[in-house]
């Protein structure tokens, strides 16, 4: 997905450049369960109308779709819709929608919804407090609002272990560099510690959080976006200092067996709408 940010320019990374598959491909593998978990029932059940906010690769709708069945709707929106184009026979079930749209233009049509789910979305907006006002007034009386993102501010290195001559400097510093980007790019990277308050100001019910992180080790299991996101953001740092030697350092570093560091902080926070007996 790209959307435009507060400071005019666009998401940092690329959605149809050639890292953008192994990105999505390891945020699904990172992420998937816990975000299953947190739609568990009685949040998504059969018969519902979802709305998933930049669907991405699709992997979330392709769960809702399976859920809600052949009597609900689950419409997948992104501003780049092509990594749900590859979709095996999932548009086939009748039961998904998927469309270009920006949020940023108010809710899509097809609401009042049971469900709206947005991962790592708002974090990237000029305006998440008012985009989560829009998505909250388009739920239908006690339906439920689902936002995830990654929090990165808490100052302390994730760093759990390094090979010996590892350099624990160098990583830091990478993380710092893709974190300036980011923030360089509109992303406010304390957003997700904000997301419940923002619920309960929204009147939302049942509000609750949960923060998810794992380890990530240098073996081919380790699932590590630090790669990754090293590669798609490396000209950007690059040109504001960090040379590409460093860069192919780090990366070297960080694929060692030896290697494990925590992941980025997910936080996961859920609301539900008032039903028609709880409005005021």
């Excluded at 945020?27 to 991405?56: F, I, K, N, S, Y």
């Excluded at 990237?124 to 993102?149: D, M, S, Y």
């Excluded at 619920?199 to 509000?207: H, I, N, Q, S, T």
């Excluded at 490396?234 to 192919?248: I, S, V």
């Amino acid at each position: 997905m790209s959307q435009t940010t507060n400071t005019g320019a666009r998401y940092a990374f690329d959605s149809s450049g050639p890292e953008s598959f192994a990105q999505y491909a390891r945020l699904e593998r990172h992420l998937d369960q816990t975000t299953a978990t947190r739609l568990a029932p009685p949040v998504l059940t059969a018969g519902m109308t979802c709305w998933e906010v930049g669907a991405g690769g699709g992997s979330i709708a392709r769960l809702m779709s399976r859920i809600v069945g052949p009597s609900g709707l689950v419409i997948a929106t992104d501003l780049d819709t092509s990594h749900m184009t590859r979709w095996d026979g999932v548009t086939e079930l009748n039961n998904v929608t998927v469309m270009r749209h920006n949020v940023l233009n108010g809710p899509v049509k097809g609401g009042p919804f049971d469900l709206i789910h947005a991962r790592l979305l708002l974090v990237h907006l000029p305006t998440p407090t008012e985009v989560l006002r829009e998505l909250a007034n388009a739920l239908a009386p006690g339906g439920w609002l689902v936002i995830e993102e990654y929090e990165m501010t808490d100052p302390r290195s994730p760093l759990l272990a390094v090979p010996p001559g590892g350099d624990v400097a160098l990583f830091d510093e990478v993380l710092a560099a893709i974190a300036d980007e980011l923030t360089r790019h509109g992303a406010d990277l304390g957003w997700g510690r904000r997301v419940h308050q923002t619920m309960l100001a929204e009147g939302l019910l049942d509000v609750d959080s949960i923060v998810h992180r794992e380890s990530w080790s240098g073996d081919p299991t380790g699932n590590m976006l630090y790669d990754i996101n090293s590669r798609q953001l490396q000209p950007q740092m690059e040109a504001a200092g960090l040379p590409a030697k460093r860069l192919d350092e780090f990366r070297c570093m960080i694929r060692d067996p030896r290697f494990a560091a925590l992941s980025y902080e997910f936080v996961s926070t859920r609301g539900r709408a008032p039903r028609k007996a709880e409005q005021s």
